[in-house]
């Protein structure tokens, strides 16, 4: 994690201030989902072109946003609004600019208009073609159509965390992109697309490369009206990932196994 934690978590809350918070974010919840309420009637009543929204996964993206701190990157997928409007890097007014395609980048700082709504990025340049510090500020890649497209980006992340953590020469030159590879790689994806190859090939890279990644699968038993039942092996895809947990005996294996070079007859 990046060092500047707030103190809400460092130290215990009173019951006031803890009450504030849980207030601020039923808050959120509640926007959030009227504003998927409302896009899915500007579409539907064919105000808006296409849509799709987060309802349903408020909360869990409320959790989440709790840890992803300044120069922590996302790589996920359209239901992610909550999490965005949590990690203060989207405005509802920014959310329905990019609904109706605006065509301006202060309107729609996603993608001024060229991406479909739901795909939501950080800009990483100023204006003048800079880069920005990405150590400052919370970061988001811009998200793809393609399911799963975003689980190789989202290991190239964290990959890049920890080769800044391994080459401090690196990692001095490359200010303003990392701080010493203390950034981690959030990532989303909905359940029905844990069945696509990209999935599987970047938990099973994440567990080789032990990378600093954490990933939520939205999981709704649904992938558009398909149930869990016919995309994924025993209809649960946390039952299918307990094989890629680490276990303490395998690791200890590893490290007790001769180096290469001592190998004898
Ligand atoms: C590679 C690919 N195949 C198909 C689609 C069409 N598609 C878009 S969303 C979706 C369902 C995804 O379901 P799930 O992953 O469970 O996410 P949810 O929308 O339920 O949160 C499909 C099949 C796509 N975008 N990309």
């Not at 203060?88 to 605006?102: C, D, P, S, V």
Request: proline residues 4%.
């Amino acid at each position: 994690m990046t060092p500047q934690q707030p103190e809400s978590i460092k130290r215990e809350l009173s019951f006031e201030e803890f009450k504030t918070v849980i207030l601020e974010d039923y808050r959120l919840v509640c926007e959030s989902r009227q504003a998927s309420l409302t896009g899915r009637k500007e579409v539907l009543t064919g105000k808006a072109k296409f849509g799709i929204f987060g309802d349903g996964k408020e909360l869990a993206q409320i959790a989440m946003a709790k840890v992803f701190k300044n120069g922590d990157f996302r790589s996920g997928y359209y239901r992610d609004q909550t999490f965005m409007f949590a990690s203060n890097l989207l405005t509802i007014r920014e959310f329905f600019a990019q609904l109706y395609a605006h065509p301006d980048p202060i309107a729609d700082p996603s993608s001024a208009g060229r991406c479909m709504n739901g795909h939501f990025a950080t800009r990483l340049l100023n204006s003048d073609g800079s880069w920005k510090d990405q150590i400052e500020t919370k970061n988001s890649s811009a998200d793809i159509s393609p399911t799963a497209g975003q689980m190789p980006r989202l290991l190239g992340l964290a990959l890049a965390s920890k080769l800044y953590k391994g080459n401090s020469t690196l990692s001095q030159k490359m200010k303003g992109f990392t701080s010493n590879g203390n950034e981690v790689a959030f990532g989303t994806i909905g359940d029905a697309s844990t069945s696509e190859g990209l999935f599987f090939e970047t938990i099973n890279a994440a567990g080789v490369l032990q990378v600093p990644m954490a990933i939520s699968v939205w999981d709704d038993g649904y992938g558009i009206s398909v149930p869990a039942l016919f995309q994924t092996t025993k209809q649960n895809i946390s039952e299918v990932l307990k094989g890629f947990e680490e276990r303490r005996k395998i690791k200890a294996m590893l490290f007790s196994m001769p180096k290469p070079g001592i190998i004898r007859g």
